[in-house]
Structures are given as C-alpha cells and as structure tokens.
C-alpha cells in the first residue's frame, strides 16, 4: 500500500516557514537597532552642523509637549494630570530622536496607545481626530523620518507594521469613532519612510564611494611608486654595468699591466674578473624581470647634465620662457647623481608646462659645500589658455623623492607666496679625489668581457 502523497501540504509548509522567518526578521529589527547610538550628522565636518539635530529635536520636544496636553485638556477635556502625563510621555521620548530614534518608539507608540484608549472614557464629538491626535501625528511621522535615517529597511518596515495594526486593532475596539487619523497616520508614514531611507541610502552610497575613490586613489600612488622605481631601476643598470666593466677589465689586465705579480695576486685578479662577470649577468637576468613590456629597452646612452642645455631649449620652443644656470665648476658627478638631476629638471620643465604654462621659469645647477644643487622655480601661469591640468596627482613628485633618496640627498618642494611653485634638490658628491698617476693604456676588452 503506498504511502500518502505530501504534494498539497508542501507549499503551505513553505509559505509558514516563510512567514515565521519574516516575522522572527521583524521582531529582530524592532528589538535591536541596526547602528550604534551615534548622533546624526556625526561625521559632518563644521560644529553647527553636529549640533543641529540636537537643536531641532530639542525644538520639537519643547512645542509638542506644550501643545499636546492643550490639545487634550481643551478639545478632548482630559483632566491636567492625565493630559500633562500623557504629553510628557508622547512628546519628551522625542529628544532621543538623534541618537536613540528605536529606544524612543518603544517609549512613544505605547503612550499614543494609552492616549488613545483614555480617549474612549468620554463619549465622541463629530469632529474629534481618533485614535491618534494631530500632534501624535506630527510627533509620530518626525520619529518615523528620524528611524528612515538611521535604522535599516527591516527596522522600519517593522514600525510601520506595528504602528498600522495598532491603529486597526483601536479602531476595530470602537468601531463608531472616525479612524481616519490610523490610516492618515499609516500613508504618511509609508511615505515619510521611503524618504528617509532614499537619502540613508544615498548617504552610504556616497561614503562607500568616497572609501572606494580614497582605496583607488592610493593603489594609483602605490603603482605610480612603483613603476617609477622599476623605471630608475633600469635607467641605473646602465650606471653600475659600466663600473662593473670597468672593474672587469682592470682585473684582467692587471696581470699584463703590472710585471712580477706572484701566482696568488693573479688568481686573485682572475676571482675579480670572473665575480664582476656574474654579478653583471645576474644584472642582466634582473633587468630583463623588470621590463614588463618585454622589450629591448632603450638603447641610447642615459642622459645627465650634459644635454640640460638642449632640454631648456626644448621647453622654450614649446611656449615656456625658460633660463638655465649651470655651474662651471661641478667638478666630477656620479652617474646616477647625474641621472638624477637631468630626470628632476626634465619632470619640474613637463610640470610646468602642464600646470601653468608661459610661467617663467629659472633652472639652476651648482655644486658647492660638496652637494649638487638643483633648483627649479617658476612664477604664476601666464598663458592665455587654461592650464592643461587643474588638479594634479602629485605622481611626478614621487618620482623625483624616489631618486632623490636613492643618491642619499633631500627634495624640498612648495607653492610660492606669488602663485609659483619651486623644487629644490640637494644631492651629494663625492670629495674631489688627487690626481692618479699615469699608468700604462689597458688592454681592449674583448665583447665577452662586456
């Protein structure tokens, strides 16, 4: 005998289950509050503004309670004590509206409740409003648009559920009074809420996307800082391969350039050689990791203080009025400080011409007290067009900080008291050294060697 089918049972278990879920949800979201007790407006940014909640609240708790026990002395004759309780208790939980909006609905809805079954204890006028008096009106949507900004869509779905059936059940108690004012107080309250939870949700939405600008914002800086040392990273391969060659072939020549090396002395020579040949392939497999555009790279010589001359000409050609004041007695400048300097002038002139162009503009290079001294200010923009970049990021200057503090000096950077802008670089230079005595002309590398 086969057992009964459960096909007609099933959609009715699942439509209980569903309905018990929703209302354990809204029990939850009536029971607990989805934000702490911050006030609204915490985070705006003036003093005045962090205060107006407490200043609009605080004006609406002085007016309703006032108002209400007028209202229920004069036109519903409840008697002092009852009206002054009753509007202390509708109207005073309302100062909690800026931190604590669920706390005062809990305190708020029950005592609308008690007003409204006191009401019942004298017969009905023709036009009394039943159950819920015009400033329980007023105070209940202003509670409901204060639960919109704060709370979550559970939470205030739930206040309205509760707030509309205890409007049905008073009116199903008394059926012969008017409840227009239960489903007055229900539509206003469905739309106040819709507002409110509009602008919440809106208000979040612009904080996640101001959180995702500033998360943005810095993963830019950090690839900016990145490619930017991968960039000089390959720019001073070409630097340290040419001390690494110059020491290999010292060390392979030096056998045949100084006579009467004992046998340890040339091995030694040999060990050299053969460690500046790793080190320079190990530079070589380094350098091909770092071009990501697997590329051959540049094959021109690394430019420095020598082609600073015919970068300044380029800017002038280009619409910037520009000097150059280079030093005669720069003496002997590393090849990365040179580098360096050239890229620093070179990014200072694209700055210019990006963010104020026609700004005159004085380069200046001199080495004294044992530092190289690059100087680069320009004056306000004087061009007829618009700047070409209104808003920089400041990824120039990272470049320039990068390689600065790998030669060991400082970067000083700022606006000027009359709209200009200066970079100042101080790299060191090593002491002058005393003049080598002549030796003997080293033999030709082999391209092996190189």
């Known amino acids: 005998m086969s057992s009964p089918s459960p096909g007609p049972s099933a959609p009715s278990d699942g439509l209980l289950s569903a309905a018990r879920r929703n209302l354990r949800e809204l029990a939850h979201g009536l029971s607990h509050a989805s934000r702490p007790s911050t006030p609204l407006l915490a985070d705006a940014p003036k003093r005045w503004q962090r205060l107006l909640p407490y200043a609009v609240v605080l004006a609406l708790a002085a007016t309703l309670i006032p108002v209400t026990i007028t209202v229920l002395t004069t036109q519903y004759e409840v008697p002092g004590a009852l009206a ?40 009905a006028a023709p036009h009394d409003v039943w159950p819920w008096t015009p400033p329980v009106i007023v105070g209940h949507l ?7 900004l704060r709370e979550r869509r559970r939470t205030v779905i739930a206040v309205w559920v509760v707030t509309g059936l205890g409007g049905l059940l008073l009116h199903l108690i008394a059926p012969d009074r008017g409840g227009g004012s239960a489903l007055l107080i229900t539509v206003l309250g469905a739309v106040v809420l819709v507002i409110g939870g509009s602008v919440r949700e809106r208000g979040e939405a612009r904080r996640l996307l101001a959180e995702q600008e500033t998360i ?34 010292q060390a392979d020549s030096a056998p045949y350039r100084i006579s009467g090396l004992p046998e340890a002395a040339r091995e030694e020579f040999a060990s050299i050689a053969a460690a500046a040949r790793e ?48 030093s005669a007695e720069l003496g002997d400048v590393p090849p990365a400080v040179d580098l360096s300097a050239y890229r620093i002038v070179q990014e200072a002139l ?21 530092q190289l001294t690059v100087l680069v200010v320009n004056g306000p923009a004087t061009g007829a067009g618009p700047p070409l970049e209104t808003s920089g990021t400041g990824h120039g200057l990272v470049g320039m900080r990068e390689r600065v503090r790998l030669t060991g000096g400082t970067l000083d950077t700022g606006p000027l008291p009359d709209g200009g802008f ?29």
Request: cysteine-free; aromatic content about 2%.
């Open 422 to 450: 200066r970079v100042a670089a101080r790299m060191p230079l090593p002491p002058a050294a005393a003049p080598a005595a002549p030796t003997a002309p080293a033999a030709r590398p082999s391209p092996e060697d190189l």
């Open 350 to 370: 694209a700055n210019v011409v990006r963010h104020a162009p026609g700004a005159p503009t004085r380069v200046s290079v001199s080495g004294v007290g044992g």
């Open 142 to 148: 202003f509670l409901l648009l204060a639960l919109g």
């Open 279 to 326: 080190s320079l392939g190990e530079m070589r497999r380094l350098l091909s990791v770092l071009r990501s555009d697997g590329g051959a790279g540049e094959r021109a010589p690394q430019p420095g203080l020598d082609r600073l001359q015919q970068l300044v000409e380029a800017t002038v050609r280009a619409g910037l009025p520009a000097e150059l004041a280079l």
């Open 84 to 123: 002054g309780a009753l509007g202390v208790a509708q109207a005073a939980p309302l100062l909690m509206l800026a931190h604590r909006p669920l706390q005062a609905w809990w305190i708020v809805f029950p005592a609308d409740v008690a007003g409204a079954l006191a009401l019942l204890a004298r017969p």
């Open 216 to 249: 943005s914002e810095e993963e830019r800086a950090r690839r900016t800082l990145l490619e930017e040392r991968t960039r000089i990273a390959r720019e001073l391969h070409d630097v340290v391969a040419h001390h690494m060659s110059v020491i290999t072939v």
